[in-house]
Nanobody
Framework: QVQLVESGGGLVQAGGSLRLSCAASGRTFLYSMGWFRQAPGKEREFVATITVGGTTDYADSMKGRFTISRDNAKRMLYLQMNSLKPEDTAEYYC????????????????WGQGTQVTVSS
């Protein structure tokens, strides 16, 4: 299991950008990693994942706006978010799992504490 700590959230106007970071400890080069988000009263939802080899997957509503990346040497995961919309407002979580990437949050057993992103209209 790995330990994860997110940072980079904040308040931004619609159309703006934010870059989230996730610092990991442990053997993260063995893990697929992902970003999920949860808005108040809603279920946690898939945002993007990246495999050990760098293969990425995005939720349809994030394609073209969000970019997931990782630096295995630094044990860092990133999410560059552009063209933000008010509906992107949520708590964003970094997650890791030891096997292939998955869109199901229930497949992940390592989670960060979350970082809040608020997009004003």
């Amino acid at each position: 299991q790995v330990q994860l700590v997110e940072s980079g959230g904040g308040l931004v106007q619609a159309g703006g950008s934010l870059r989230l970071s996730c610092a990991a400890s442990g053997r993260t080069f063995l893990y697929s990693m992902g970003w999920f988000r949860q808005a108040p009263g809603k279920e946690r939802e898939f945002v993007a994942t990246i495999t050990v080899g760098g293969t990425t997957d995005y939720a349809d509503s994030m394609k073209g706006r969000f970019t997931i990346s990782r630096d295995n040497a630094k044990r860092m995961l990133y999410l560059q978010m552009n063209s933000l919309k008010p509906e992107d407002t949520a708590e964003y979580y970094c997650a890791a799992r030891q096997f292939g990437a998955s869109r199901a949050y229930t497949d992940y057993n390592s989670w960060g504490q979350g970082t809040q992103v608020t997009v004003s209209s």
